[in-house]
């Protein structure tokens, strides 16, 4: 095959640059139509996207004013809540309390009154008043009811009028005492 150059050299340069700069300019031109055409599309996708989102807000707020109702009635139910965990909490059993003094009392006294009242000092340090009234037959039993509640840890400050100790039969009593650490009484 023969190649024929019949352009001089300077017109080929020239034609040469034409072609460069022709391709250059169709390169520019398709990133140029390829830009336009993404932000097209990125901007429809934001147009989209602001629309779903009104849209979701609007539902949302649709829901909020449907359920606001539900919410104050949760919200009062879970008040409630609170405040019955927090009466569980502070709870004393009673009940645990009578079995222990009924555990300890003598068989030859008799309670005709048992009066418990709580005494809170701190919030931390409750402490339960006892009041006992009942009858014995002599002195000695009144005293070693008097010991046995003195050796126990969890009870202190066992008042006993010294006017009931000057009887030796038949004695009407009262006595008065606390219950501490009230977390001991199994």
């Known amino acids: 095959m023969i190649t024929l150059n019949l352009l001089p050299s300077r017109e080929k340069k020239q034609l040469n640059t034409k072609m460069y700069l022709s391709l250059a300019t169709k390169i520019v031109t398709s990133f140029l139509w390829l830009a336009v055409i993404i932000f097209s599309l990125l901007f429809a996708f934001k147009?989209?996207?602001?629309?779903?989102?009104?849209?979701?807000?609007?539902?949302?707020?649709?829901?909020?004013?449907?359920?606001?109702?539900l919410n104050s009635e949760i919200e009062e139910c879970n008040n409630r809540l609170s405040a019955l965990s927090k009466i569980q909490n502070e709870n004393i059993v009673f009940s645990k309390i009578l079995i222990k003094i009924t555990e300890i009392i003598p068989k030859k006294i008799t309670l005709n009154n048992l009066s418990l009242q709580i005494n809170e000092k701190e919030k931390s340090n409750k402490t339960i008043l006892i009041k006992m009234k009942g009858f014995t037959n002599n002195?000695?039993?009144?005293?070693?009811?008097?010991?046995?509640?003195?050796?126990?840890?969890?009870?202190?400050?066992?008042?006993?009028?010294?006017?009931?100790?000057?009887?030796?039969?038949?004695?009407?009593?009262?006595?008065?005492?606390?219950?501490?650490?009230?977390?001991?009484?199994?």
């Open 47 to 69: 147009c989209i996207m602001k629309h779903s989102l009104e849209n979701m807000t609007k539902q949302n707020d649709i829901i909020v004013q449907n359920n606001k109702e």
């Open 139 to 186: 002195r000695d039993n009144l005293i070693r009811f008097k010991n046995v509640l003195n050796s126990i840890s969890y009870i202190k400050n066992i008042e006993l009028p010294i006017n009931t100790l000057l009887k030796q039969e038949n004695i009407d009593f009262e006595i008065s005492t606390e219950l501490m650490h009230l977390d001991k009484i199994k």
